[in-house]
């Protein structure tokens, strides 16, 4: 139901249909956060194939992680700000899973990217947020806008990865 990987969906031109998976996305205790991103795809994907037996139904899911923390989706621009501000000058991970169903045959995969983020100043966050609230996107910034200018650099075998 993500609008960003619906819309990163849409780039392949092939007819889909987006539901809500009703899926509990609370933190496990002592849950590692690619752990958390499988757990959580798989658990939308199955929501969706037990109504949808004979579907192809894709389930995904994102952890941001930034020294030792998770940061969810901000919520608001204070917490966005401070979500900001806790990433700056620092390596950042994401998780991104995917949990694909077809029938009885279930494939997962967690790539991980890692993020440099730039040294960030208050006046510098304040810009980016007053241009591109990125309040619903884990970690507070979208990469395929105006957020590509927070980081120094971006590891990941997939270019798509941050997208949502």
Same mark, same amino acid.
């Given at each position: ?15 889909? =249909?987006? &539901?809500?998976?009703?899926?509990? /996305? ?5 849950? !590692?956060?690619?752990?958390?991103? $499988? %757990? ?41 700000? =401070?979500? &900001?501000?806790?990433?700056?000058? /620092? ?5 991104? !899973?995917?949990?694909?169903?077809? $029938? %009885? ?60």
């Amino acid at each position: 139901t993500s609008l960003y990987r619906r819309e990163l969906l849409a780039r392949l031109q092939l007819p889909f =249909q987006t &539901l809500a998976p009703g899926v509990d /996305e609370a933190e496990w205790p002592d849950e !590692a956060p690619p752990d958390r991103a $499988r %757990r959580l795809a798989a658990a939308k994907a199955r929501a969706i194939a037990t109504l949808h037996p004979d579907a192809v139904v894709i389930g995904s899911d994102q952890v941001c992680e930034c020294r030792g923390r998770v940061l969810d989706k901000p919520g608001s621009i204070e917490r966005a700000r =401070q979500m &900001l501000d806790w990433m700056s000058g /620092e390596t950042v991970r994401f998780h991104t !899973a995917v949990s694909l169903i077809h $029938r %009885r045959r279930h494939w997962r995969h967690v790539d991980r990217t890692i993020c440099r983020v730039r040294r960030l100043e208050a006046a510098a966050i304040q810009t980016y947020l007053d241009r591109e609230p990125s309040l619903d996107t884990a970690g507070a910034f979208k990469i395929e806008g105006l957020g590509i200018s927070l980081f120094r650099a971006v590891h990941s075998r997939d270019p798509s990865a941050l997208i949502g």
